[in-house]
């Protein structure tokens, strides 16, 4: 399976051997006294990431920066041609920028002509399947109710605008002056009749969280921590 790097530079090589009318290996540059263009990658470099909503998952997207050289005087024409196809055409993108003489010397060549070309390449990221499905699937329909209830400090005091929170909804509500709430739309599921209402007090800078049976007395007490 050919990757995303070998790729770019696979079409790139194909582009240029039509740009400069003769074969274009890829290889690095070489002191060759028959002339001709090499391709080589020089490296890797980020491209701008693209957001996905969803399941869905965007290709990594990278350049590929690829040297451009030629072996000698009788290369220049066939440079000059590559630049002038890539000009007219606007792609791949050229960068003029190879005289660093650092670069030849790692190399092991003597400096000369070059064009950078900058080749957008991707890796796609395919999304995870999702597991089978293996039993039917079945809907139940929870019933609903209100809970009364009233919050109490020490000794029975009745704390009021305390804000009562149903834990895992965004049900709310304040106690009033008695110390008294409702909580209207609670979830009961008559398969699990017996299941708590778990709810969260806050107020003076506490936070409490409290079981409540739903089956209990009409007025549920909630007796707050000193």
């Known amino acids: 399976m050919t990757g995303a790097i070998e790729a770019a530079v696979e079409d790139v090589a194909s582009w240029l051997t039509g740009a400069a009318g003769e074969p274009v290996p890829v290889g690095p540059p070489r002191d060759d006294p028959d002339g001709g263009l090499t391709v080589w990658p020089l490296e890797l470099r980020p491209a701008r990431q693209t957001a996905a909503g969803g399941a869905a998952r965007e290709p990594y997207r990278f350049?590929?920066?690829?040297?451009?050289?030629?072996?000698?005087?009788?290369?220049?024409?066939?440079?000059?041609?590559?630049?002038?196809?890539a000009t007219t055409a606007g792609r791949p993108e050229l960068v003029l920028a190879t005289g660093d003489p650092a670069l030849w010397r790692a190399l092991g060549v003597a400096p000369r002509p070059a064009l950078l070309?900058?080749?957008?390449?991707?890796?796609?990221?395919?999304?995870?399947?999702?597991?089978?499905v293996r039993h039917p699937l079945r809907l139940r329909q929870l019933g609903m109710r209100t809970l009364d209830g009233r919050v109490v400090g020490p000794q029975d005091q009745p704390?009021?605008?305390?804000?009562?929170?149903?834990?895992?909804?965004?049900?709310?509500?304040?106690?009033?002056?008695?110390?008294r709430f409702r909580l209207a739309g609670v979830p009961h599921d008559p398969d699990s009749p017996d299941a708590p209402v778990r709810i969260r007090l806050?107020?003076?800078?506490?936070?409490?969280?409290?079981?409540?049976?739903?089956?209990?007395?009409?007025?549920?007490?909630?007796?707050?921590?000193?």
């Open 202 to 226: 806050i107020g003076a800078g506490r936070v409490h969280t409290a079981e409540l049976d739903p089956d209990g007395d009409h007025l549920v007490v909630v007796r707050a921590p000193d």
């Open 159 to 179: 704390l009021a605008a305390v804000r009562v929170e149903l834990v895992g909804s965004a049900q709310a509500t304040e106690t009033d002056a008695a110390g």
């Open 63 to 85: 350049v590929v920066r690829l040297l451009v050289a030629g072996g000698g005087p009788a290369a220049l024409a066939a440079l000059d041609r590559v630049l002038a196809a």
């Open 117 to 132: 070309l900058d080749v957008p390449a991707r890796i796609d990221r395919p999304v995870p399947a999702a597991p089978p």
